[in-house]
T-cell receptor, first 115, second 116 residues
Framework: QQQVKQSPQSLIVQKGGISIINCAYE??????FPWYQQFPGKGPALLIA?????SEKKEGRFTISFNKSAKQFSLHIMDSQPGDSATYFC??????????????FGKGTKLSVKP | GAVVSQHPSWVICKSGTSVKIECRSL??????MFWYRQFPKQSLMLMAT?????????EQGVEKDKFLINHASLTLSTLTVTSAHPEDSSFYIC????????????FGPGTRLTVT
């Protein structure tokens, strides 16, 4: 019940295209859903996050879509650029209520954007 | 804001020696710090959670006597890998949580440990 399932494992997109990464969870008590971007040899960087009281959040070219009933959320990268090539991790936690909930990570998606 | 640093960024040590990795929150006070381990092409594996002034809480399967964690202040946590062996070679990453928006975690740049 603590798992977060992420797909696809890898993704190749042409420059200017839309990259879509999906995650699913089981624990309905999760209330914070961040996405992290990690470049090789670097630590993950918080990209964008959503809480379950909204269905969509957009920051620049990055959008999270959240479907509470389906227990799924996804990351959309519009106008994908070669600089977006990285590994993306979704995560979920119980932490938005100020508790000490740890992040449960998906297995990651390696995105390659071809010029 | 919310910058976390790690030192060193990479370290090579001989089998049987100990190595210490520092994690600092540079512009905020960290109520909680976390240590993760990441193998190549894999996700992050939580090793332990520590709060300032109290003992770390280790995840199941993580040897507390091998991976010593000290959360000395609200801006500094250290991970000491004792009697390191080649199988301890990995990428170690810390993260920190602050009082404001405590559900967010900010990650350091990671430390690459190679044990020869």
């Amino acid at each position: 019940q603590q798992q977060v399932k992420q797909s696809p494992q890898s993704l190749i997109v042409q420059k200017g295209g839309i990259s879509i990464i999906n995650c699913a969870y089981e624990n309905t008590a999760f209330d914070y859903f961040p996405w992290y971007q990690q470049f090789p040899g670097k630590g993950p960087a918080l990209l964008i996050a959503i809480r379950p009281d909204v269905s969509e959040k957009k920051e620049g070219r990055f959008t999270i879509s959240f479907n509470k009933s389906a227990k799924q959320f996804s990351l959309h990268i519009m106008d994908s650029q070669p600089g977006d090539s990285a590994t993306y991790f979704c995560a979920a936690s119980l932490g938005a209520r100020g508790s000490q909930g740890n992040l449960i990570f998906g297995k990651g998606t390696k995105l390659s954007v071809k010029p | 804001g919310a910058v976390v640093s790690q030192h060193p960024s990479w370290v090579i040590c001989k089998s049987g020696t100990s190595v210490k990795i520092e994690c600092r929150s540079l512009d905020f006070q960290a109520t909680t710090m976390f240590w993760y381990r990441q193998f190549p092409k894999q996700s992050l594996m939580l090793m332990a959670t520590s709060n300032e002034g109290s003992k770390a809480t280790y995840e199941q399967g993580v040897e507390k006597d091998k991976f010593l964690i000290n959360h000395a202040s609200l801006t500094l946590s250290t991970l000491t890998v004792t009697s390191a062996h080649p199988e301890d070679s990995s990428f170690y990453i810390c993260s920190a949580r602050r009082r404001v928006r405590p559900y967010e975690q900010y990650f350091g740049p990671g430390t690459r440990l190679t044990v020869t």
